[in-house]
């Protein structure tokens, strides 16, 4: 009596690629589209980047604005020059001359 090994698969070769391929793609599809996949990670990245430059731009204002808040607390001439600029301020005897453009 002889054993004889038979392909006993029901499926075919080019079949087993069809499933692997699909299998294959849908991995695929789920690293790329579920909610901590490939595409939120980079919408995260970004939105970090863009955080990030905010608070580098939002840290040189604060900047900028505690050094106007020392010079009006402690510059006389500081003062007086934003009151003349901005207030149209005078000292009293002082006379005002407006230049007026044709």
């Known amino acids: 009596m002889s054993l004889k090994l038979t392909n006993s698969s029901p499926f075919t070769t080019p079949v087993r690629v069809k499933v ?3 299998v294959l793609i849908l991995c695929f599809a789920l690293l790329l589209l ?3 996949g490939a595409i ?3 919408k995260e990245k970004q939105n970090q980047r863009t ?3 905010e608070k580098i731009r939002l840290e040189q204002e604060h900047k900028l604005l505690k050094d106007e808040k020392t010079k009006l607390l ?3 001439q500081h003062i007086e020059k934003i009151a003349r600029e901005q207030y149209n301020m ?3 005897g002082e006379t005002v001359y407006k230049v007026i453009e044709e």
Do not use: G, H
């Open 34 to 36: 579920n909610k901590n």
């Open 74 to 76: 402690d510059d006389k």
């Open 20 to 22: 692997l391929l699909i």
């Open 90 to 92: 005078v000292f009293p």
């Open 51 to 53: 955080l990030v430059e």
């Open 40 to 42: 939120s990670l980079f």
